[in-house]
């Protein structure tokens, strides 16, 4: 069975874009367009593998949102890839502490993307 | 296998426009609530979402300008600069920049970089720091060696969504895991073990020929709270795999850098490839469909509301038993038609808030030049209106603006001598009424100078010497052609483009425009227009055997006159006295070479129509009922005819045609020239 991935940016451009790669690597893909909306996509029952957020979005940026997914039973353990444009690792620290699992830097290809979703991902 | 994601490059164009003019709106009302923190963050979110994704696509001209722009942004949300009126210039000419920018790759062309140079000193306040884009790590073959790794993980490990097992696989593709210890030492007692912390630790053995940096970006995510050592173990080199290598190996035996700068190995540019394939932007919320298919499906449901009035005719004289169920169902059908045909017209339906929101910029940029102190309150942005009447709306709204900014508004010093407060106001706001959406423009500032426009209009003979008009009269001189009160032309105004330049406009979609003025209180435009273009509100008339349509919106009365309110004039041929106005009356049948029942005035219908502030009275056998019907173009089907503005079917299946009621205002007056 293919895993899903919940992709959370609000760049419309930056969802289709990782979607693509994405779906074409196999995978199935649910999108949010910020922090709430992946949190209302999750307690409506969807149960992605992997999470990828942006950090920077309207309602509910990317660090809330790893907090809450980790207080949320069942995805306690799922790995969480924030996509950051940041290369200080203030962020990253922040995001760790949250607890994020890893994250991807921007600019990116597909390739590292898939690269870096192996590294935590259990295939 | 190369993912090509430059077919996504089009999308990106589009959605960094609307970050653009979020950018340029959001720094508009900065300038007003410079300290409003939640909306400096939504200016800076659309900066960073741009860098972000111009870098995708190696934009790199965007990505480096969009990080000075975030990061001046940065310092105001920090506190560590201040809003000035220089730093905002700064930062909307920066976001003209940015349009440049973005435009400039759009197209492929080269960008102005004299002027992009020149905003990047603005930005940065002369010191310009631009991150160096981190520097892509050189591999090279090294020699196969063996190396010890201790790794032990913090106690969140788990807590992370982190896998010690990942780690190990990902080792495996390092290079030969030879052995893995398990250290145990921390590892409490049972009752006070935690099982979702981590107490484990690990020592790996590795023979791999990869470097020290490939082997930390294995340990990438868990450095920061994990204890790392990494050494060379005893045994050394392994000799069978080549050592061509010119690059002297890392020493060994140090441990893992603390940090780490390298993400990777960067592969070529994902290229632009601006004739690619257009991706068509879909977020879930919206697709983007060609206007053109809308029309035909708007066009089909016209089609469909006809037939189904033809149906519902038809059913009225129908003979069978089911009769009353054949009714009931054919009323179902005109309520989903109904119902179709709105769902449908909405598709065409733009916020009026896509012309309003440049006018923030337009009214700035104003002020600036004039020197006076301008607010701009905009009001019922959400208000829909046809795609075609917003884009017809643009021109005429900015002259409307450009004329109360420029003309109508006192510098401030001549306000406050006045007892106004300095500051103007130009209030431009949109709501809906029936079937028609009403804009006005209203300002506060002089109004309009009755004295001026009467001199003005005897010394251009618009009017005789002696005529006297009334307020609405005058105020209605205006709109003529040529017409213009400005002293002294100034930069934005009074080029050429006339008032009667936007009530053509106007009246060209159908609608109509009326000023309500006061000296020294201001002057309000009220613009009223169709809702939508492709359906118009008729009243279906009859002249002898025709069905004709006359548009709703210029209708202001019928009436039958009495035998001593008709009366010809010499030059004016018949008019009709209507509470003391004289209007001109048509005789449709005339007009349109028919036999009527009538050819007396006093036996027939007058419709009175206005348009272009004139009013003519439409002689009509009877009145039919009101309609709606779809137009149907008659130029582009067969060929203009004067006096008829379109056709359309009728519930009968016959053809009915709507009359074109400035058409009949000019043969009205080509009455009175034959006369």
Known sequence: ??????????????????????????????????????????TAGTKPNLVITDLNMPNMDGISLIKEIRKMGTLKFTPIL???TESTDDKKKEGQAAGATGWIVKPFNPEQMLKVIAKVLPS | MKIDLSRFQAAFFEESAEHVTTMEEGLLQLERRPDDLDLINRIFRAAHSIKGNSGMFKLTAITEFTHLLENLLDQLRTGQRTLTKPVMDALLESTDGLKHLIEAAKTGEAHDEGRIAILRERLTGGAVHIEAPPVAAVHSPRASRRVKIEWTPGPTLFQRGLDPVQIVKELEHVGRVQTILRGLEALPALADLDPERCYLAWTFVLDTAESDQTIAEVFEFVREDSQIVMEADAASVCPSIACDSVTPAVPTGTSVPSRSTATGDVPPAMVPNPAGPVAK?????????????????????????????????????????????????????????REIQERVMS?????????????????????????????????GEETELDKTVIESIGDPLTH???????????????????????QGTVRLSAYQEGGNIYISVQDDGRGLNRDKIVAKARASGIIGPDEQLSDEQVWLLIFRAGFSTAEKVTEVSGRGVGMDVVRRN??????????????GQGTTFLLKLPLTLAIVEGMAVRVGSETYLVPLLSIIESLQPSAGAVKTIVGKGQVINVRGLYIPIVRLYEAFH?????????????????????????MVDELLGQQQVVIKNLEQN??????????????????????????????????????
């Open chain 1, 1 to 42: 069975m293919s895993k899903t991935v919940l992709i959370v940016d609000d760049s419309a451009t930056m969802r289709q874009m990782v979607n693509f790669t994405l779906t074409g690597a196999g995978f199935t893909v649910v999108e949010a367009g910020d922090g709430a909306d992946a949190v209302k996509k999750l």
């Open chain 1, 82 to 84: 924030m996509l950051t």
């Open chain 2, 281 to 337: 932007k879909s977020d879930g919320a919206s697709i983007r469909v060609d206007t053109e298919k809308i029309d035909k499906l708007i066009n089909l449901v016209g089609e469909l509301v006809i037939t189904q009035s033809m149906l519902s005719q038809l059913g009225n004289h129908f003979e069978s038993p089911d009769l009353p169920v054949l009714q009931e169902r054919l009323a179902q059908l005109e309520r989903n038609t």
């Open chain 2, 347 to 379: 598709i065409r339906m733009l916020p009026v808030a896509m012309v309003f929101n440049k006018f923030p910029r337009v009214v700035r940029d104003l002020a600036a030049k004039s020197g006076k102190d301008i607010q701009l309150i905009l009001a």
């Open chain 2, 400 to 422: 409307l603006i450009r004329n109360a900014a420029d003309h109508a508004l006192e510098s401030p010093e001549e306000r406050l001598a006045l007892g106004k407060p300095a």
């Open chain 2, 506 to 519: 106007i009246e060209g979609l159908g609608g109509t425009i009326a000023i309500k003025t006061e000296a």
């Open chain 2, 594 to 618: 028919l036999e009527a029942d009538h050819t007396e005035p006093t036996q027939a219908i007058l419709i009175i129509v206005e348009t272009e502030s004139e009013r003519v009275a439409l």
């Open chain 2, 638 to 675: 067969f060929h203009k005819v004067d006096g008829i503005a379109g056709a359309t079917i009728l519930g009968d299946g016959t053809v009915g045609f709507i009359v074109d009621v400035r058409g009949m205002l000019a043969i009205s007056r080509g009455v009175a020239v034959a006369a």
